[in-house]
């Protein structure tokens, strides 16, 4: 069957995985909710050379319009086939997909990658909807991921109190009985700004890489994925906090941690909320600052030249994605 995404430039994330299993690093998956967000991701990974996966969560579909954002998509691939750095390889991504009839309309409209996320479920239930959506997707070759385990932290409608490692025995069945593409497992990050309770002075806890390091013996050479792995940078924090905000003892995963996973049979990192700060912390600064602005491209341009700079960071320093495309 045809595969609505390749008419708009996109690609699905099996070749993407492959390389970067064999390179040693972690393909970046970025969320956004707005034009500016979406221009700065694609300008920093075309100038940093990184393939990268474009993220959607059902919430940011549902803010911008499903039609808007497939022609948004399309406008995107075509703005970096003019860029003079030339393209990189452009995955269009719904992240948490929570039912088959979400995942089914995004690969209608053009996505060519879904996670549905059947984590909550109980085990059997979530084997039963992964491979439901894993049937059709595969007809279109559109890749799907799944997710084991979860974690805890609120981001858009992913909402949980309490995290659940992920059980290395049952990744094996998992992966056999739904046929899915990749896995989402849970080795101690979370959704949102607050990933850790620590107090000040204290070390972040580290991730559990004995849980990782057993998940790749068990299924080697097979793609895995991490969620809620932004770093919470703390000069935004500081910043938002300096200019009127209140985000305390907001803390993410150290930046060496996502660089070891990245090594390792992890080739898919995903990122939100250092988005997120970055850009409400540079207009919260204009806003303070120049208090009579008034035209949101003074402040929305500034924020998105600060995003571009932070995207390129993580591709070249956390991830290792930079410079994989010839």
């Known amino acids: 069957m045809n595969a609505i995404y390749k008419e708009l430039g996109f690609v699905n994330t099996r070749e993407m995985f492959k390389k970067a299993m064999e390179g040693g690093y972690a393909v970046p998956a970025y969320n956004f909710n707005n034009m500016e967000q979406l221009q700065a991701i694609l300008t920093a990974c075309v100038q940093s050379r990184s393939p990268v996966i474009l993220q959607i969560s059902k919430g940011a579909r549902n803010y911008a319009n499903a039609d808007l954002l497939r022609w948004m998509g399309r406008g995107a691939i075509e703005m970096i086939r003019k860029m003079k750095e030339g393209p990189v390889p452009v995955a269009l991504h719904l992240d ?35 491979k439901q959506v894993v049937d059709y997707a595969h007809q279109f070759d559109v890749t799907v991921e799944g997710e084991l385990g979860v974690l805890a932290g609120i981001e858009d409608e992913v909402s949980a109190e309490h995290s659940h490692y992920t059980d290395p025995a049952q990744v094996e069945d998992f992966v056999k009985r739904t046929g899915v593409d990749s896995l989402a497992i849970s080795i101690g990050t979370s959704h949102g700004a607050y990933k850790f309770k620590v107090k000040p002075g204290e070390e972040v806890p580290p991730l559990r890489f004995d849980i990782l390091e057993e998940v790749e013996r068990r299924i080697p050479g097979f793609p895995i994925v991490l969620h809620g792995a932004s770093s919470v940078l703390q000069e ?20 060496e941690q996502l660089r070891k996973a990245a090594k390792s049979a992890v080739c898919k990192i995903n ?40 995207y390129k960071n993580k591709n070249e320093n956390v991830l290792g994605s930079a410079g994989r495309i010839a």
């Open 96 to 130: 948490h997909g929570d039912s088959f009839e979400l995942c089914k309309d995004c690969i209608d409209n053009g996505f060519s990658s879904v996670m549905i996320d059947g984590s909550h479920l109980p085990y059997e239930k979530n084997i039963e909807l992964t």
């Open 236 to 255: 935004y924090v500081e910043m938002i906090n300096k200019y009127g905000g209140k985000m305390e003892n907001a803390v993410g995963v150290p930046a």
């Open 271 to 310: 990122i939100d909320s250092d988005g997120r700060l970055v850009m409400t912390a540079i207009i919260r600064k204009i806003f303070v600052e120049k208090p009579t602005e008034f035209d949101p491209r003074k402040y929305l341009g500034p924020a998105r030249e600060e995003l571009i700079k932070m």
